[in-house]
Nanobody, 127 residues
Framework: QVQLVESGGGLVQAGGSLRLSCAAS?????????????MGWFRQAPGKEREFVAA????????DYADSVKGRFAISRDNAKNTVSLQMNSLKPEDTAVYYC???????????????WGQGTQVTVSS
């Protein structure tokens, strides 16, 4: 199994920055490891559905962002260190949510098709 562990969440004032990290370990039943997976970041606010934030392809050559975070957030990955990061700048109160990283063979915005999920990390942006 592939395990994902997020870190870096916290409380920040509006306009501030946070950097989330997700560390991967293990391999799937078919032998796939971190570098064989596209990675996505999702978030879920209280009372709302989980929503797509950003995703990056296996090589890191392709990225995708939700319109709500485009220009403020940046996703990156280091396949040598088995990590994916989300740099969040110009944070807004509406960015408050639990943030999850997830792994899937293909880069996609659909959370339903992601195979592995982390436990989430809380991000709270105060106004």
């Amino acid at each position: 199994q592939v395990q994902l562990v997020e870190s870096g969440g916290g409380l920040v004032q509006a306009g501030g920055s946070l950097r989330l990290s997700c560390a991967a370990s293990g391999r799937s039943a078919s032998g796939r490891t971190f570098s064989n997976y596209a990675m996505g970041w999702f978030r879920q606010a209280p009372g709302k559905e989980r929503e797509f934030v950003a995703a990056i392809s296996r090589s890191g050559g392709n990225v995708d962002y939700a319109d709500s975070v485009k220009g403020r957030f940046a996703i990156s990955r280091d396949n040598a260190k088995n990590t994916v990061s989300l740099q969040m700048n110009s944070l807004k109160p509406e960015d408050t949510a639990v943030y999850y990283c997830a792994a899937n063979f293909l880069l996609t915005r659909s959370p339903e098709v992601y195979d592995y999920w982390g436990q989430g990390t809380q991000v709270t942006v105060s106004s």
